[in-house]
């Protein structure tokens, strides 16, 4: 008895305890908010159900397997909405080179510098559901300013909102505009830390303009642009607000996005179909998983080499 | 006594209102709802009088805002069910039949000769032959139009009973000449189409084949739905252009301006068109044009319901209520406040509301049937493929048999042969 019980004994010292201590209530959190969701996501996937209890209580969904995936692969619904997933993923990367141009435009020390960067960063600040009112009236047909400058110039107004080939184009521009700020601030406090006896070295060497910014200043900002790819690329896959706000998926479902067509079928008016929803979430899930496995490996392997 | 709530809060305050309640010595029955401020002073001047005559009988309403009450009453129905909770006829309450949440009231029905007086609404109240719900109102759905803009394209104003179809098409031409839209719509939340598509469907077929249609039975590459679609079609180009993209309020903000002169809508709207600046003078009210000569006239009017639940604590005295909501004297009253139609045939509306009588008269000479409108009548899911492809058709009518696949596809994976 004695000798089972010393090596536990020694194992909980207080060096190999504290970190398990501190960690605890982080874990919990994680577990409660985001394991035990995750783990009840995929099992709710595997059901078709309404989302109601009869009135004793009790769950009324049927078990169907890999039904509702089955139905996701034939969904022409689904495949719109992972395309324009895919179009607000390499469209949203547009936030990174612009971000970068007006960090480095604004990067100088004039006179009043502050208040146009304030006034740069300014979109970012709002709220995602007043740039998608904006934005909305500034498509909209009839009085909205865009739709007076296509008519003024083409003799025709373009209501973008109305254009199933042109919406989904009409809300990333709408987004691009706050990511663009994101990253643009990311930039410009990367900038404060790009080391002057480096340019002032290149400089001696003869460089400038273009290979300035490309061999010199891009590397040293490596660490910014890390983090502007991360927050652009999840923008982009949880865009749900601005299409929300802006057309509601339409016209006739054109603009719909994963996490907007999850949304619809879980809790939407003509929804509640849950076991569906979940599924969708699934597969937005995989998809994100991609992204943040990458990150994470590319974090864990910059931290080895330390 | 009546609580306004909002969202999450309300489900909380309403267990602490309940049990406060419970102390005094009357007995409660509890009713969940979700009026606006003028149904809701409506309601509670009917619940006034139910208590003046029944004084043994506290009804405690709790109302909640419009849009969370869809989501609330799939909690409230579970966790703590009130006696009584308002909702929607025909499909829209078959979710809740269905997992047993919304109690049988035949017996109420049959006590007090419902099947008689609430003739028109029996139908959309029935599931399996058991009656689920009280209707207490309805409103008709028509053509709204604005006289000015007739005058304006030189237009002949449309005679009594409504305009032939050939006549509605000839005059769209003439609209269409003068700038003016012919029909207009604002479709960004997809139903208001389906008030267009459901009246050219049901004046092409009748109603029979819009039930039909609605609950899956005929499929849309049929001779009767390619019928139906070649009417839409003769409309499509008088449609507002860029409908998707604009609210109803704001298509109605065009028959206001007379840059529109038609509008296929409810009677709510009426009060949009008034608030915009029409008057009784300007604005009209005509039945959707016959199409098949010979086609029983069928009309829309979604009907709003009152459903005792499966949880009630008070089922006794909740019946009672139940009972004086589908009295001709309640929906008098309720409706006249309101400005809606009566579903009790002993009921009286106003007469000095033209748009009522109108929507009254149009409504008891329909031999053809009372629809309750395409997402009600319709499955859920089948309801919103469906709106898309009405949508999408009006918007690129080039694709019309692309659209019709994809609905066939639809309806075979949600009704199976």
Known sequence: ?306 | MVHTLKGALALGTALMLATSAMAQDKRVVTWNADYDPIPLAAAEALIADFEAANPEIDIVLTNFDHEAYKNAIRNFLTADAPDLANWYAANRMRPFVEAGLFADISDVWAKNGLNESLASSVLSSTIDGKQYAIPYTYYQWGIYYNRDAYKAAGVDLPAEGGVSWDQFLANCEKFKAAGIDCVTTGSSALWPVAGIFDYVSMRTNGYQFHSDLAAGKISWTSPEVAAVFDNFGKLQPFVTENHAAIDWQDAAALLVQGKAANYVMGNFAVGVFKEGGMTNDNLGFMVFPEITAGVARAEEAPTDTIHLTSGAKNPEDAKTFLAYIASAEAQTKWNGAVGQLPTNKNASVDANDPFLTAGFNALSTATGGIAQFWDRDADAEYAKAGMEGFQQFLVQPDQRQAILDRLEQTRLRIYPQ
């Open chain 1, 1 to 306: 008895m004695a000798q089972a019980s010393q090596p536990v004994a020694r194992r909980w010292t207080q060096r190999s305890l504290a970190p398990w201590l501190f960690l605890a209530p982080g874990l919990f959190m994680f577990t409660v908010y985001v394991i035990w969701p995750i783990i009840q996501s995929v099992t709710l996937s595997f059901f078709d159900w309404n989302g109601l209890y009869n009135k004793d209580g009790q769950f009324t969904g049927t078990f169907v397997g890999m039904g509702n995936y089955a139905e996701l692969m034939r969904d022409p619904a689904f495949e719109t909405s992972l395309w324009n997933n895919l179009k607000w993923l390499v469209l949203y990367m547009l936030a990174l080179p612009i971000g970068l141009f007006i960090a480095i435009f604004l990067n100088q020390t004039v006179t009043g510098i502050r208040v146009y960067k304030s006034l740069f960063f300014f979109p970012f600040v709002i709220s995602q559901v007043v740039v998608g009112l904006i934005f909305a009236w500034f498509y909209a047909p009839n009085f909205g300013l865009f739709y007076l400058l296509t008519e003024s110039v083409f003799g025709k107004g373009t209501a973008i909102l109305a254009d199933p080939d042109l919406v989904t184009y009409g809300i990333i521009v709408a987004g691009l505009w706050p990511q663009i700020a994101y990253v643009m601030i990311l930039y410009l406090t990367g900038l404060n830390n790009v080391a002057p006896d480096q340019i002032e070295a290149a400089r001696l060497d003869g460089a400038k303009g273009w290979r300035m910014l490309w061999y010199v200043i891009l590397p040293q900002l490596r660490p910014a642009t890390f983090i502007a790819v991360i927050v652009t690329v999840i923008g982009a896959l949880r865009s749900f607000d601005l299409v929300s706000i802006m057309t509601n998926g339409g016209p006739f479902g054109s603009s719909r996005v994963l996490s907007y067509y999850m949304f619809e079928m879980a809790l939407g008016e003509y929804g509640f179909r849950m076991g569906y929803g979940a599924a969708i979430a699934v597969v937005l899930f995989a998809i994100m998983m991609i992204f943040i496995s990458g990150f994470i490996w590319k974090m864990w392997r910059d931290e080895k080499e330390r």
